[in-house]
């Protein structure tokens, strides 16, 4: 008899996991239908509204922009009103500023609902980041769990441009992919209002508030995973930005004509798989050497490409997605794991602050650069983005060698996670 109890609160504990497992990856595959879509977006806007390429780089940089001021501006909410409150909220703000996006087909419409929903998106995100920490048992189970999570963001930047395209086909505006998104934020909120979400210890009767996310840029552990994610950013937004532009004037046949068709797809296809990968590989490999290997591979992408030009352009820019798929989940994961559960939403809006201004920023700057210096021709872009990757390649060489965030990793093992 008395065991009843126990047995039945286990039960409910194991399928409120679940649950809100279930939700975060959803969360993910959500908005990434309708951030990693941008590129047919502004392919199609740019010729329905008379837009330049100026203006329509807003569609990016807008969200982008929104993105990095919630996260380092209202991280603090997921740690002050709880994770739940949080992601309902932010999910509730984003699925209305979706919804109004068929309301009329102004551009300053929808520039103004692009920040609405960029600032949203920094709010549930953030929380959802922080949870994941309130799910895992330990940082390594931190670091597989967040590289699922980034596995079904990565098929939501598959199927948003997918979907874009097949409304194009068929006459159906654009604008239908943020109702899609709407619906899906509605469905999320009604089962979330349901679920039970785990707790999340404060280490401090003081409130998180907004100056902890900027304070946190004294932390060592924060600003360093943070500056390897901006590097890293700016190559993975190279390629879905800036590639079908480099790959314009192309003329193969055979297998480099398909690879130039659907560079940007096969990109995503293995950034996804290789995400569902890392799941199970950074359980048996260690993560240091992992970083150290795909950033080394990522830079020999680039560097080819840089050297042997659109011959190698067109294999070795969209196969690097394999090698970039575990590289920002990872580092994501072990910048929030040296902290304490209690910190998470901050430095996850840390994080999320500097991923989003490389984000917005880098292709700009690859712009500048090709226009600047190369008369408009992108490779001079792509040396940048090169750049990038080597001093990514140096950061995790250095980070494989001296091993800076063990202390604080183990520390947080025995500390905030229970290892059971």
């Not at 279930?22 to 990434?32: D, G, I, K, Q, V």
């Not at 951030?35 to 940089?61: P, R, Y």
């Not at 797809?265 to 993560?287: K, P, S």
């Amino acid at each position: 008899m008395s065991n009843q109890p126990q047995s039945t609160t286990s039960a409910g504990a194991v399928v409120s996991i679940i649950a809100v497992t279930s939700l975060t990856y959803a969360m993910f595959f959500m908005f990434a239908m309708t951030t990693d879509a941008v590129g047919e977006i502004i392919k199609i806007a740019k010729v329905d509204m008379q837009l330049t390429n100026v203006q329509a780089s807003a569609f990016h940089w807008a969200t982008m922009v929104a993105i990095a001021a919630s996260g380092i501006g209202l991280g603090f909410l997921a740690d002050r009103f709880g994770r739940k409150t949080t992601i309902i909220g932010g999910l509730t703000v984003y699925g209305l500023a979706s919804m109004a996006f068929v309301l009329d087909q102004r551009f300053e419409l929808y520039l103004i609902l692009l920040c609405i929903s960029g600032l949203a998106i920094g709010v549930f995100k953030t929380a959802a980041l922080a949870l994941v920490g309130d799910i895992a048992n330990s940082t390594e189970d931190h670091t597989s769990k967040m590289n699922a999570v980034e596995g079904f963001f990565g098929i939501g930047a598959i199927i948003g441009p997918m979907l874009v395209v097949w409304f194009a086909s068929r006459g159906i505006s654009w604008t239908w992919l943020y109702v899609i998104a709407a619906l899906l934020c509605a469905t999320m909120i009604l089962i979330a209002i349901f679920t039970k979400y785990p707790d999340h210890k404060r280490q401090s009767e003081e409130p998180a508030s907004l100056m902890r996310g900027f304070s946190l840029m004294k932390n060592q552990y924060a600003m360093g995973f943070s500056m390897a994610i901006a590097l890293y950013v700016a190559c993975e937004v190279a390629i879905f930005v800036w590639l079908p532009s480099l790959l314009a004037n192309f003329s193969g046949e055979g297998l480099s004509a398909v690879f130039a068709a659907y560079a940007v797809m096969i990109f995503f296809i293995l950034r996804a798989i290789g995400r569902f990968l890392g799941a199970f590989v950074l359980r048996i490999i260690d993560w240091k050497i992992v970083m150290l290997l795909f950033s080394g591979a990522i830079f020999l992408c680039f560097a080819g490409s840089a050297w042997f030009g659109q011959s190698a352009v067109v294999f070795l820019l969209p196969l690097s997605g394999i090698f970039m798929s575990m590289m920002y989940p990872t580092l994501n994961s072990k910048g929030i794991s040296c902290l304490p559960k209690a910190d998470h939403g901050a430095v996850a809006g840390l994080i999320l602050f500097f991923t989003a201004v490389s984000a917005a920023f880098a292709p700009l700057a690859m712009a500048l650069v090709a226009d600047g210096i190369g008369g408009g021709d992108m490779k001079y872009g792509f040396y940048l983005a090169t750049g990038a990757a080597a001093c990514l390649f140096a950061m995790t060489a250095w980070n494989w060698l001296t091993d800076p965030a063990a202390k604080a990793l183990s520390a947080n093992d025995s500390s905030e996670y229970s290892n059971g």
